[in-house]
């Protein structure tokens, strides 16, 4: 089965200017996360979509991030203005969701924001 | 509040040796599962081995095994006859089902193992 779809694979900007990054997760997989992993680290939960609905944005900057999932399926998370302490990989995932404990979660290749 | 703890930021192991990679978490959920993924310098995210937390068995995937001790909220990942590409980043991550059909994974800061020659 095909994977979770992530693109770009790398994007570098200014500060203050805004990015989009796209995610195209398995079919059928009701669950989608945003992950944002500064190096060195974990990854950080940002927003969770459960199909086209949110169930946790607790972590999301809102004042900046913004993410949809359009008919639950595809999702962008966009950032404007970008910050310096935004340079991260940025991870999208998927699962099947519906309170399934023991289905992994299925990660894309990320993508690699660098700001300057 | 840290949910999942993995207190070896670095480790070092011999090839051929077996290691242990520590994780402990936090939840007041009955039902939860574990999961260690593993993370090249390459950057994507393999799933490795699952744990659910009524399993009565520890887990075992190959060479992988999670030492499950439910009563310490511990889930350590043991690897046997360590490999040279199993040189990673290891995370521990915990699945939670807050409500009804809404689950959320957290994962941990993990864990870099690098496997000396």
């Known amino acids: 089965e095909a994977g979770v779809a992530q693109s770009p694979r790398y994007k570098i900007i200014e500060k203050r200017q805004s990015v989009a990054f796209w995610c195209n997760p398995i079919s059928g997989h009701a669950t989608l996360y945003w992950y944002q992993q500064i190096l060195g680290q974990g990854p950080k939960l940002l927003i969770q979509?459960?199909?086209?609905?949110?169930?946790?944005d607790s972590q999301l900057p809102k004042d900046r991030f913004s993410a949809e999932r359009l008919k639950g399926v595809d999702s962008t998370l966009k950032i404007q203005p970008a910050k310096l302490e935004d340079s991260a990989v940025y991870l999208c995932?998927?699962?099947?969701?519906?309170?399934?404990?023991?289905?992994?979660?299925?990660f894309g290749q990320g993508t690699r924001l660098t700001v300057v | 509040a840290q949910k999942i703890t993995q207190t070896q930021p670095g480790m070092f192991v011999q090839e051929k040796e077996a290691v242990t990679l520590d994780c402990t978490y936090d939840?007041?959920?009955?039902?939860?599962?574990l999961f260690w993924y593993k993370q090249p310098s390459s950057g994507e995210m393999i799933f490795l081995i699952y744990q659910g937390s009524y399993d009565q068995q520890n887990a075992t995937e190959g060479r992988y095994s999670l030492n499950f001790q439910k009563a310490r909220k511990s889930a350590n990942l043991v690897i046997s006859a360590s490999q040279l590409g199993d040189s990673a980043m290891y995370f521990c991550?915990?699945?939670?089902?807050?409500?009804?059909?809404?689950?959320?994974?957290?994962f941990g800061p993990g864990t870099s193992l690098s496997v000396i020659p």
């Open positions: 979509f459960q199909n086209n609905g949110v169930v946790d």
């Open positions: 995932a998927s699962s099947l969701g519906e309170g399934n404990l023991n289905t992994e979660a299925f």
């Open positions: 939840t007041s959920d009955p039902s939860y599962g």
């Open positions: 991550a915990m699945r939670e089902v807050l409500k009804t059909s809404y689950d959320k994974v957290i």
